[in-house]
């Protein structure tokens, strides 16, 4: 009896651990402002009233959660929603008096280069590589064959492949009206990309510097942790990997 009360007591604690560690996890990966902006007790009290199941976030304290996310708030609220699969054009949020007010969504998506919406949870995931290159970078131009065939040999397509351009909308345009693209081709279908107008890089808490890390740089996370890769055998051995 002694002997299996003690099993039990270890399961609890493991178990106990094991809901607290998936909390702190989901808050370094998404909502990491908030040990910055709540104090200890104050985080104590999000993540006790934090429920989550397969990586969501079903329940949570919205008053801390606005304090501790500040100017990013609806930001937040709207990849949260979108994560359980709700309607991001419909949240409305009701105070204590019954007062509503709906978040506009729209400051919030990502439009790629052929129209289609994203938004920062559709990238926040260890399966996206983000590359960031640009049309006016000679190795960058040379390196669009190899990284169109990576993706092409990827026939399990669980991965997404992003690709950020450092360059404007017009930039990028010019490039596919010009001589160039005869020789070096461009990114392909496979590839989701954006002008440096929808550059979200540090919105997922990547430190890329275009002056200091140069192009192409690829960008990837690692369980918790993020990723930076500057060489271009190393980006094409990562890629396949």
């Known amino acids: 009896m002694i002997k299996s009360l003690s099993y039990f007591i270890l399961f609890v604690l493991f178990f106990s651990c094991k809901k607290g560690d998936d909390k702190e996890n989901y ?3 998404k909502i990491p402002m908030l040990y910055t902006n709540l104090n200890h007790v104050e985080l104590d009290s999000f993540k006790n009233r934090m429920l989550l199941k397969d990586e969501k976030l079903l329940s949570f304290d919205m008053n801390l959660l606005r304090k501790g996310t500040k100017n990013d708030f609806d930001s937040i609220l709207v990849n949260i929603t979108r994560d359980l699969g709700g309607n991001i054009e419909k949240i409305i949020l009701t105070d204590s008096v019954g007062k509503e007010t709906k ?3 729209e400051k919030f998506i990502l439009t790629a280069l052929n129209g289609e919406h994203y938004i ?6 260890d399966k996206t590589y983000i590359i960031m290159i640009s049309t006016s970078c000679g190795f960058c131009l040379q390196s669009f064959k190899k990284l169109n065939e990576i993706v092409e ?8 492949y992003v690709a950020i351009f450092q360059n404007t909308l017009e930039e990028v345009e010019n490039y596919k009206k010009g001589y160039s693209i005869d020789n070096f081709g461009f990114l392909n279908d496979r590839w989701i990309k954006f002008t440096k107008e929808n550059d979200f890089s540090k919105k997922l808490n990547f430190s890329y510097n275009p ?6 740089t690829l960008l990837y996370k690692n369980k918790n942790s993020r990723e930076k890769v500057h060489q271009s055998k190393e980006i094409y051995r990562i890629l396949t990997h």
Request: glycine share 4%; net charge negative.
């Open 27 to 29: 808050i370094k990966d």
């Open 211 to 216: 002056y200091e890390d140069g192009y192409p």
């Open 103 to 105: 978040i506009n969504s």
């Open 120 to 125: 920062l949870s559709d990238f926040n995931n």
């Open 153 to 160: 040999n990827d026939t399990e397509k669980k991965k997404k």
